[in-house]
């Protein structure tokens, strides 16, 4: 088990859910306070295998709020996206199988190309050990965007 300093460097000090900074020096009490999400990877009934848990640095309200269930990163209001996909699926989806999955349409090519760009930029924070590409298609009058591994 990893220290809060150790999580929050390795992290940069970016909350992994909302990517918003989080204070070092905040209180953990505090809502946007540091705490740690430990995050477990090992899949139910598996043999042989203890829990791989995977530790990652969040704001303690964004840590609350997620509970116990499959964490959510939101795609930002100021993208003009329909249909988005999850992203912390979609990235556990490609790093087991590869390939691309479509992600959102988008009605014009630059939303498009702000979406691929953010997305991009957010997966090199979430899955920094992952390499991936975007892709748009021009798709039934909007353009469709899809992320590569």
Known sequence: MSTLQEVGDRESWRCWLCDEPVDPDMSVNDPRGPSIDSINTAKKGAKGK???GVERLAHRACNTK???VKPVVPWPDRLFVVDPAPI????EQLKRKGGRVAVARCPGKTDAEDAAAWLLDRLSRLAPEQRFETQIDSAGGGFLLVLKA
């Not at 912390?88 to 990235?91: D, F, P």
């Open 88 to 91: 912390v699926e979609t990235v």
């Open 66 to 68: 997620k509970g116990a």
């Open 50 to 52: 203890g829990k791989d």
